[in-house]
Protein backbone atom coordinates (compact mmCIF):
# COMPACT_ATOMS: atom_id res chain seq x y z
CA UNK A 1 0.00 0.00 0.00
CA UNK A 2 1.09 3.74 -0.97
CA UNK A 3 1.44 5.71 2.34
CA UNK A 4 -1.45 7.99 0.68
CA UNK A 5 -3.48 5.01 0.48
CA UNK A 6 -2.96 3.21 3.85
CA UNK A 7 -3.22 6.55 5.61
CA UNK A 8 -6.60 7.26 4.05
CA UNK A 9 -8.46 4.12 4.77
CA UNK A 10 -6.15 4.18 8.37
CA UNK A 11 -8.21 7.33 9.25
CA UNK A 12 -11.14 6.29 7.54
CA UNK A 13 -11.32 3.35 10.18
CA UNK A 14 -10.26 5.59 12.63
CA UNK A 15 -12.96 7.94 12.32
CA UNK A 16 -16.40 5.38 11.45
CA UNK A 17 -14.95 4.10 14.62
CA UNK A 18 -14.95 7.36 16.60
CA UNK A 19 -18.51 8.29 14.82
CA UNK A 20 -19.84 4.99 16.40
CA UNK A 21 -18.33 4.11 20.00
CA UNK A 22 -16.49 7.60 20.84
CA UNK A 23 -13.80 6.44 22.22
CA UNK A 24 -10.21 5.77 20.75
CA UNK A 25 -9.87 2.62 19.66
CA UNK A 26 -6.49 0.32 19.05
CA UNK A 27 -5.30 0.06 15.41
CA UNK A 28 -3.76 -2.54 13.55
CA UNK A 29 -3.56 -3.66 10.13
CA UNK A 30 -2.95 -7.67 8.41
CA UNK A 31 -1.96 -7.93 4.76
CA UNK A 32 -2.74 -10.33 2.34
CA UNK A 33 0.17 -12.51 0.54
CA UNK A 34 1.19 -14.44 -2.96
CA UNK A 35 2.87 -17.52 -3.26
CA UNK A 36 5.54 -17.85 -5.59
CA UNK A 37 5.33 -21.64 -5.55
CA UNK A 38 4.16 -24.26 -3.68
CA UNK A 39 0.62 -24.40 -4.04
CA UNK A 40 -2.15 -27.01 -2.44
CA UNK A 41 1.00 -27.94 -0.54
CA UNK A 42 -0.10 -26.41 2.94
CA UNK A 43 -1.91 -29.10 4.11
CA UNK A 44 -0.20 -31.93 3.11
CA UNK A 45 2.64 -31.14 5.32
CA UNK A 46 4.36 -29.83 2.15
CA UNK A 47 6.44 -26.34 1.82
CA UNK A 48 4.97 -23.41 0.64
CA UNK A 49 7.05 -20.16 -0.62
CA UNK A 50 4.46 -17.15 0.28
CA UNK A 51 5.02 -13.48 0.90
CA UNK A 52 2.66 -10.35 2.54
CA UNK A 53 1.82 -7.47 0.10
CA UNK A 54 1.12 -4.13 0.18
CA UNK A 55 -2.43 -4.57 0.87
CA UNK A 56 -4.05 -4.62 4.24
CA UNK A 57 -7.28 -5.24 6.52
CA UNK A 58 -6.96 -2.35 9.01
CA UNK A 59 -9.07 -2.83 12.18
CA UNK A 60 -9.52 -0.60 14.86
CA UNK A 61 -10.40 -2.26 18.57
CA UNK A 62 -11.54 -1.38 21.67
CA UNK A 63 -13.15 -2.64 25.04
CA UNK A 64 -16.49 -2.95 26.03
CA UNK A 65 -17.69 -3.13 29.75
CA UNK A 66 -20.03 -5.58 29.22
CA UNK A 67 -19.88 -8.95 27.19
CA UNK A 68 -21.20 -7.62 23.78
CA UNK A 69 -19.72 -8.13 20.40
CA UNK A 70 -20.45 -5.01 17.57
CA UNK A 71 -18.90 -5.04 14.56
CA UNK A 72 -18.92 -2.52 11.25
CA UNK A 73 -17.81 -3.36 7.96
CA UNK A 74 -16.54 -0.14 6.32
CA UNK A 75 -16.54 -1.79 2.91
CA UNK A 76 -19.70 -3.56 3.16
CA UNK A 77 -21.27 -0.79 5.25
CA UNK A 78 -22.98 -3.05 7.33
CA UNK A 79 -23.35 -3.13 10.89
CA UNK A 80 -23.90 -6.96 13.39
CA UNK A 81 -24.00 -7.31 16.81
CA UNK A 82 -24.04 -10.28 18.85
CA UNK A 83 -22.81 -11.69 22.25
CA UNK A 84 -19.52 -13.33 23.47
CA UNK A 85 -21.74 -16.46 24.91
CA UNK A 86 -23.15 -16.62 21.47
CA UNK A 87 -20.38 -16.79 18.40
CA UNK A 88 -22.49 -18.63 16.38
CA UNK A 89 -22.34 -18.30 12.63
CA UNK A 90 -23.68 -14.95 11.01
CA UNK A 91 -26.37 -14.12 8.09
CA UNK A 92 -24.06 -12.12 6.64
CA UNK A 93 -20.59 -14.01 5.65
CA UNK A 94 -17.36 -11.42 7.22
CA UNK A 95 -18.81 -11.46 10.90
CA UNK A 96 -17.76 -15.19 10.88
CA UNK A 97 -14.03 -14.30 10.43
CA UNK A 98 -14.01 -12.18 13.39
CA UNK A 99 -16.41 -14.19 15.47
CA UNK A 100 -14.50 -17.73 14.31
CA UNK A 101 -11.26 -16.08 15.96
CA UNK A 102 -13.02 -14.86 19.32
CA UNK A 103 -14.29 -18.58 19.63
CA UNK A 104 -10.95 -20.26 19.03
CA UNK A 105 -9.37 -18.00 21.52
CA UNK A 106 -12.69 -18.34 24.08
CA UNK A 107 -12.14 -22.23 23.53
CA UNK A 108 -8.00 -22.18 24.15
CA UNK A 109 -8.89 -20.81 27.44
CA UNK A 110 -8.33 -17.19 26.84
CA UNK A 111 -10.45 -14.92 28.59
CA UNK A 112 -11.97 -12.12 27.04
CA UNK A 113 -14.37 -9.55 27.47
CA UNK A 114 -17.10 -7.64 25.10
CA UNK A 115 -14.99 -5.49 22.27
CA UNK A 116 -16.29 -3.51 19.34
CA UNK A 117 -14.24 -3.48 15.73
CA UNK A 118 -14.58 -1.26 12.75
CA UNK A 119 -12.25 -2.70 9.74
CA UNK A 120 -11.60 -1.71 5.82
CA UNK A 121 -9.24 -3.01 3.46
CA UNK A 122 -7.99 -2.83 0.12
CA UNK A 123 -7.47 -6.46 -0.53
CA UNK A 124 -9.40 -7.26 -3.94
CA UNK A 125 -12.26 -9.43 -2.52
CA UNK A 126 -12.68 -12.94 -3.82
CA UNK A 127 -9.30 -12.44 -5.58
CA UNK A 128 -7.09 -15.14 -3.82
CA UNK A 129 -5.59 -12.66 -2.34
CA UNK A 130 -6.33 -13.90 1.37
CA UNK A 131 -8.55 -11.37 2.39
CA UNK A 132 -10.38 -13.19 4.88
CA UNK A 133 -7.19 -14.54 6.52
CA UNK A 134 -5.77 -11.25 6.79
CA UNK A 135 -9.00 -10.23 8.75
CA UNK A 136 -8.80 -13.07 10.86
CA UNK A 137 -5.24 -12.39 11.81
CA UNK A 138 -5.77 -8.76 12.47
CA UNK A 139 -8.34 -10.00 14.72
CA UNK A 140 -6.35 -12.24 16.55
CA UNK A 141 -3.42 -9.58 16.55
CA UNK A 142 -6.17 -7.00 17.82
CA UNK A 143 -7.45 -9.10 20.91
CA UNK A 144 -4.22 -10.45 21.70
CA UNK A 145 -2.99 -6.55 22.02
CA UNK A 146 -6.20 -5.45 23.94
CA UNK A 147 -6.52 -8.22 26.48
CA UNK A 148 -2.81 -8.61 26.63
CA UNK A 149 -2.93 -12.51 26.16
CA UNK A 150 0.05 -12.66 25.46
CA UNK A 151 -0.38 -15.03 22.49
CA UNK A 152 3.05 -15.38 19.88
CA UNK A 153 2.66 -14.68 16.52
CA UNK A 154 2.68 -18.94 15.68
CA UNK A 155 -0.18 -19.44 17.57
CA UNK A 156 -2.14 -16.27 16.54
CA UNK A 157 -1.31 -17.93 13.02
CA UNK A 158 -3.01 -21.31 14.06
CA UNK A 159 -5.65 -19.77 15.83
CA UNK A 160 -6.78 -17.78 12.69
CA UNK A 161 -6.72 -21.01 10.59
CA UNK A 162 -8.74 -23.29 13.19
CA UNK A 163 -10.85 -20.45 13.04
CA UNK A 164 -11.65 -21.25 9.30
CA UNK A 165 -11.41 -24.64 9.61
CA UNK A 166 -14.19 -24.80 12.46
CA UNK A 167 -16.02 -21.74 12.12
CA UNK A 168 -15.85 -20.69 8.56
CA UNK A 169 -15.68 -24.89 7.39
CA UNK A 170 -12.54 -24.47 4.81
CA UNK A 171 -10.31 -27.14 5.44
CA UNK A 172 -7.04 -24.25 4.33
CA UNK A 173 -3.53 -24.89 5.60
CA UNK A 174 -1.98 -22.34 7.37
CA UNK A 175 0.04 -20.78 4.64
CA UNK A 176 -2.23 -17.88 4.39
CA UNK A 177 -2.15 -16.85 8.27
CA UNK A 178 1.76 -17.56 8.23
CA UNK A 179 2.05 -15.38 5.59
CA UNK A 180 -0.22 -12.32 7.00
CA UNK A 181 1.47 -12.74 10.17
CA UNK A 182 5.47 -13.37 9.67
CA UNK A 183 5.26 -11.54 6.26
CA UNK A 184 8.80 -9.28 5.85
CA UNK A 185 9.63 -6.23 3.48
CA UNK A 186 11.78 -7.78 0.77
CA UNK A 187 11.03 -11.50 1.28
CA UNK A 188 9.87 -14.50 0.90
CA UNK A 189 8.75 -16.79 3.58
CA UNK A 190 9.68 -20.91 2.88
CA UNK A 191 7.47 -22.15 5.11
CA UNK A 192 7.90 -25.90 6.24
CA UNK A 193 4.40 -26.59 7.15
CA UNK A 194 5.24 -29.94 8.93
CA UNK A 195 6.85 -28.36 11.86
CA UNK A 196 6.38 -24.72 11.19
CA UNK A 197 10.12 -24.19 11.06
CA UNK A 198 10.74 -21.29 8.16
CA UNK A 199 13.20 -19.38 6.37
CA UNK A 200 13.26 -15.85 4.86
CA UNK A 201 14.28 -15.79 1.09
CA UNK A 202 15.08 -11.95 -0.18
CA UNK A 203 13.28 -11.05 -3.43
CA UNK A 204 14.55 -7.83 -4.00
CA UNK A 205 15.39 -7.81 -7.62
CA UNK A 206 15.12 -4.09 -9.49
CA UNK A 207 14.20 -5.69 -12.16
CA UNK A 208 11.82 -7.68 -11.74
CA UNK A 209 7.96 -7.01 -11.02
CA UNK A 210 5.44 -9.40 -9.24
CA UNK A 211 2.30 -8.82 -11.41
CA UNK A 212 -0.70 -10.63 -10.48
CA UNK A 213 -3.56 -10.37 -13.38
CA UNK A 214 -7.16 -10.85 -11.37
CA UNK A 215 -9.92 -13.16 -13.32
CA UNK A 216 -12.36 -11.39 -11.87
CA UNK A 217 -14.47 -14.11 -11.32
CA UNK A 218 -15.07 -16.84 -8.42
CA UNK A 219 -16.30 -20.35 -9.29
CA UNK A 220 -19.27 -21.09 -6.96
CA UNK A 221 -17.65 -24.97 -6.47
CA UNK A 222 -14.30 -23.33 -4.84
CA UNK A 223 -14.78 -24.11 -0.99
CA UNK A 224 -16.66 -27.63 -1.65
CA UNK A 225 -13.62 -28.46 -4.49
CA UNK A 226 -11.18 -27.48 -2.11
CA UNK A 227 -12.07 -29.99 0.90
CA UNK A 228 -12.48 -32.37 -1.82
CA UNK A 229 -9.52 -32.30 -3.04
CA UNK A 230 -8.00 -32.17 0.84
CA UNK A 231 -9.76 -35.35 1.52
CA UNK A 232 -8.79 -37.30 -1.90
CA UNK A 233 -4.71 -36.64 -0.52
CA UNK A 234 -5.42 -38.45 2.67
CA UNK A 235 -7.12 -41.34 0.65
CA UNK A 236 -3.70 -41.77 -1.40
CA UNK A 237 -1.91 -41.28 1.91
CA UNK A 238 -4.34 -44.06 3.58
CA UNK A 239 -3.58 -46.29 0.53
CA UNK A 240 0.40 -46.16 0.76
CA UNK A 241 -0.16 -46.24 4.45
CA UNK A 242 -1.62 -49.96 4.61
CA UNK A 243 1.53 -50.98 2.58
CA UNK A 244 4.48 -47.72 4.97
CA UNK A 245 3.51 -47.07 7.80
CA UNK A 246 5.91 -44.56 8.44
CA UNK A 247 4.14 -42.16 5.32
CA UNK A 248 1.71 -40.23 7.25
CA UNK A 249 1.64 -37.62 4.44
CA UNK A 250 2.13 -37.02 0.60
CA UNK A 251 5.27 -34.96 2.33
CA UNK A 252 7.10 -38.57 3.30
CA UNK A 253 5.33 -40.08 -0.09
CA UNK A 254 7.49 -41.12 -3.36
CA UNK A 255 5.99 -41.31 -6.93
CA UNK A 256 7.31 -45.05 -6.99
CA UNK A 257 5.00 -45.47 -4.18
CA UNK A 258 2.23 -43.32 -5.94
CA UNK A 259 2.25 -45.59 -8.74
CA UNK A 260 2.11 -48.94 -7.06
CA UNK A 261 -0.18 -47.99 -4.02
CA UNK A 262 -2.62 -45.53 -5.73
CA UNK A 263 -2.81 -45.68 -9.35
CA UNK A 264 -4.29 -49.21 -9.94
CA UNK A 265 -7.11 -48.24 -6.95
CA UNK A 266 -7.65 -44.92 -8.37
CA UNK A 267 -6.65 -42.79 -11.26
CA UNK A 268 -7.83 -39.41 -10.39
CA UNK A 269 -6.46 -39.65 -6.73
CA UNK A 270 -3.30 -40.82 -7.90
CA UNK A 271 -2.63 -37.18 -10.37
CA UNK A 272 -4.13 -35.45 -7.17
CA UNK A 273 -1.05 -37.09 -5.76
CA UNK A 274 1.50 -37.06 -7.83
CA UNK A 275 1.03 -33.42 -8.35
CA UNK A 276 1.40 -33.04 -5.17
CA UNK A 277 4.91 -34.55 -4.57
CA UNK A 278 5.76 -33.27 -7.61
CA UNK A 279 5.37 -29.73 -6.38
CA UNK A 280 6.99 -30.12 -3.09
CA UNK A 281 10.16 -31.35 -5.08
CA UNK A 282 9.59 -28.39 -7.65
CA UNK A 283 9.53 -25.70 -4.44
CA UNK A 284 12.50 -26.77 -3.16
CA UNK A 285 14.81 -26.93 -6.48
CA UNK A 286 12.82 -23.24 -7.36
CA UNK A 287 14.08 -22.00 -4.26
CA UNK A 288 17.65 -23.02 -5.36
CA UNK A 289 17.40 -21.43 -8.34
CA UNK A 290 16.81 -17.87 -6.22
CA UNK A 291 19.81 -17.91 -4.04
CA UNK A 292 21.69 -18.93 -6.95
CA UNK A 293 19.48 -15.48 -8.47
CA UNK A 294 18.50 -17.94 -11.47
CA UNK A 295 14.77 -16.45 -12.30
CA UNK A 296 14.89 -17.96 -15.48
CA UNK A 297 14.71 -21.09 -14.20
CA UNK A 298 12.41 -20.23 -11.36
CA UNK A 299 9.76 -19.06 -13.73
CA UNK A 300 9.54 -22.37 -15.84
CA UNK A 301 8.79 -23.94 -13.03
CA UNK A 302 5.82 -21.67 -11.96
CA UNK A 303 4.73 -22.40 -15.82
CA UNK A 304 5.14 -26.33 -14.55
CA UNK A 305 2.94 -25.60 -11.63
CA UNK A 306 0.59 -23.97 -13.64
CA UNK A 307 0.30 -27.55 -15.84
CA UNK A 308 0.19 -29.58 -13.11
CA UNK A 309 -2.56 -27.57 -11.31
CA UNK A 310 -5.01 -27.67 -14.71
CA UNK A 311 -4.53 -31.20 -15.96
CA UNK A 312 -3.51 -33.30 -12.35
CA UNK A 313 -5.01 -31.44 -9.17
CA UNK A 314 -8.15 -29.56 -11.52
CA UNK A 315 -8.18 -26.35 -9.65
CA UNK A 316 -7.63 -24.20 -12.84
CA UNK A 317 -10.56 -22.73 -14.91
CA UNK A 318 -10.86 -21.37 -18.28
CA UNK A 319 -10.31 -18.15 -17.57
CA UNK A 320 -6.95 -18.59 -15.40
CA UNK A 321 -5.69 -20.79 -18.08
CA UNK A 322 -5.82 -17.81 -20.51
CA UNK A 323 -3.90 -15.65 -18.73
CA UNK A 324 -1.20 -18.00 -18.55
CA UNK A 325 -1.50 -19.22 -21.99
CA UNK A 326 -1.29 -15.55 -23.25
CA UNK A 327 2.05 -14.65 -21.40
CA UNK A 328 3.71 -18.23 -22.11
CA UNK A 329 5.70 -16.79 -24.83
CA UNK A 330 6.17 -13.22 -24.03
CA UNK A 331 10.02 -12.64 -23.33
CA UNK A 332 9.44 -9.88 -20.68
CA UNK A 333 7.27 -12.49 -18.72
CA UNK A 334 9.45 -15.43 -17.29
CA UNK A 335 6.67 -17.10 -15.18
CA UNK A 336 3.14 -17.61 -14.53
CA UNK A 337 0.47 -19.80 -13.30
CA UNK A 338 -2.29 -19.80 -11.04
CA UNK A 339 -2.14 -18.59 -7.26
CA UNK A 340 -4.53 -19.89 -4.51
CA UNK A 341 -6.97 -22.37 -3.83
CA UNK A 342 -8.02 -22.31 -7.89
CA UNK A 343 -11.35 -21.93 -9.50
CA UNK A 344 -11.08 -17.93 -10.48
CA UNK A 345 -8.89 -15.29 -8.52
CA UNK A 346 -5.46 -13.95 -9.76
CA UNK A 347 -2.49 -15.69 -11.79
CA UNK A 348 0.81 -14.46 -10.42
CA UNK A 349 3.58 -13.09 -12.82
CA UNK A 350 7.16 -12.42 -12.96
CA UNK A 351 7.19 -9.87 -15.40
CA UNK A 352 10.49 -7.65 -16.26
CA UNK A 353 10.18 -4.39 -14.60
CA UNK A 354 10.77 -2.12 -17.56
CA UNK A 355 8.12 -4.08 -19.69
CA UNK A 356 5.40 -4.07 -17.10
CA UNK A 357 3.41 -1.70 -18.42
CA UNK A 358 3.18 -3.40 -21.74
CA UNK A 359 2.64 -6.28 -20.52
CA UNK A 360 -0.33 -5.13 -18.33
CA UNK A 361 -1.75 -3.18 -21.79
CA UNK A 362 -1.41 -6.24 -23.88
CA UNK A 363 -2.58 -8.83 -21.68
CA UNK A 364 -5.72 -6.86 -20.55
CA UNK A 365 -6.80 -6.23 -23.74
CA UNK A 366 -6.01 -9.79 -25.16
CA UNK A 367 -7.72 -11.14 -22.22
CA UNK A 368 -11.20 -9.13 -23.30
CA UNK A 369 -10.91 -10.47 -26.64
CA UNK A 370 -10.77 -13.78 -25.67
CA UNK A 371 -13.42 -13.86 -22.32
CA UNK A 372 -15.51 -10.57 -22.93
CA UNK A 373 -14.45 -9.76 -19.14
CA UNK A 374 -11.80 -7.09 -17.63
CA UNK A 375 -9.02 -8.23 -15.92
CA UNK A 376 -7.70 -5.94 -13.27
CA UNK A 377 -3.84 -6.21 -12.85
CA UNK A 378 -1.79 -5.71 -9.69
CA UNK A 379 1.94 -4.82 -9.12
CA UNK A 380 2.56 -6.87 -5.85
CA UNK A 381 5.34 -5.45 -3.21
CA UNK A 382 6.31 -7.56 -0.65
CA UNK A 383 5.50 -6.07 2.69
CA UNK A 384 5.72 -6.52 6.17
CA UNK A 385 3.59 -8.68 8.04
CA UNK A 386 0.35 -7.66 10.64
CA UNK A 387 1.21 -4.98 13.05
CA UNK A 388 0.46 -2.20 15.26
CA UNK A 389 -0.47 1.01 13.92
CA UNK A 390 -0.70 3.48 17.14
C1 LIG B 1 -5.92 -21.38 -0.15
C2 LIG B 1 -5.75 -21.92 1.26
C3 LIG B 1 -4.28 -22.19 1.58
C4 LIG B 1 -3.63 -23.05 0.48
C5 LIG B 1 -3.97 -22.50 -0.90
C6 LIG B 1 -3.49 -23.41 -2.01
O1 LIG B 1 -5.33 -20.11 -0.26
O2 LIG B 1 -6.27 -21.03 2.21
O3 LIG B 1 -4.15 -22.81 2.83
O4 LIG B 1 -3.99 -24.39 0.60
O5 LIG B 1 -5.35 -22.27 -1.09
O6 LIG B 1 -2.11 -23.51 -2.00
Not at 103 to 126: A, C, E, H, S, W
Not at 205 to 221: A, G, M, Y
Request: some cysteine; charged content about 25%; overall charge negative.
Amino acid sequence: MNTTTAMSLQDAVYEKYQELFDHTPLLVRSPGRVNLIGEHTDYNNGLVLPAAIDKNIVLAIGKRDDHAVHLHSLDQNQTYSTALDELVRSPLLWPDYILGVAQQLTKRGYTLQGFNIVFGGDIPQGAGLSSSAALECATGFALNELFNLGITRLDLALTAQAAENEFVGVKCGLMDQFASVFGQKQRLIKLDCADFSHEYIPFNNPELRIVLFDTQVKHSLASSAYNERREQCEYGVSLIQKHHFEVKSLRDATLEQLDRYVRPVDEVVYNRCSYVVSEIKRLQDGCDDLKRDDFESFGKRMFETHDGLQHLYEVSCEELDILVDLVRNNDAVLGARMMGGGFGGCTINLVKASEVDRVVKEVGEAYTEKTHKKTQAYVANISEGTARLN
